[in-house]
């Protein structure tokens, strides 16, 4: 079955940077956009940012224009989220996305912790 985990979640002081990191298995992860959101406190669960399968970034939040790097390697079935700049209401959970119609299939999420 379809599984994604995402890594790399950690506490950072305003400014920092981190490096998230989801990998799929149980399905071609090269023949999917693969997508992150973030659940931040009191907030829905937003997109963050889109890959399409061949590595070009699709949509991008606002909030994420300019700080955060989406990418993906097909041979190692992983997307990854590049973060800087972070701010204390990057605060959240973050989850790794992916869409197969009728479905959409989420990984646990990985905690981002934002202050000093």
């Known amino acids: 079955q379809v599984q994604l985990v995402e890594s790399g979640g950690d506490l950072v002081q305003p400014g920092g940077s981190l490096r998230l990191s989801c990998v799929g298995s149980?399905?071609?992860?090269?023949?999917?956009?693969m997508s992150w959101y973030r659940r931040t406190p009191g907030n829905e669960r937003e997109l963050v940012a889109q890959?399409?399968?061949?590595?070009?970034?699709?949509n991008i939040a606002d909030f994420a224009k300019g700080r955060f790097l989406i990418s993906r390697d097909n041979t190692k079935n992983t997307i990854s989220l590049e973060m800087n700049s972070l701010r204390p209401e990057d605060t959240g959970v973050y989850y790794c996305?992916?869409?197969?119609?009728?479905?959409?299939?989420w990984g646990q999420g990985t905690q981002v912790t934002v202050s000093s």
């Open positions: 890959i399409t399968k061949d590595g070009r970034t699709g």
């Open positions: 996305n992916m869409y197969r119609f009728p479905s959409a299939y």
């Open positions: 149980g399905f071609t992860f090269s023949a999917y956009t």
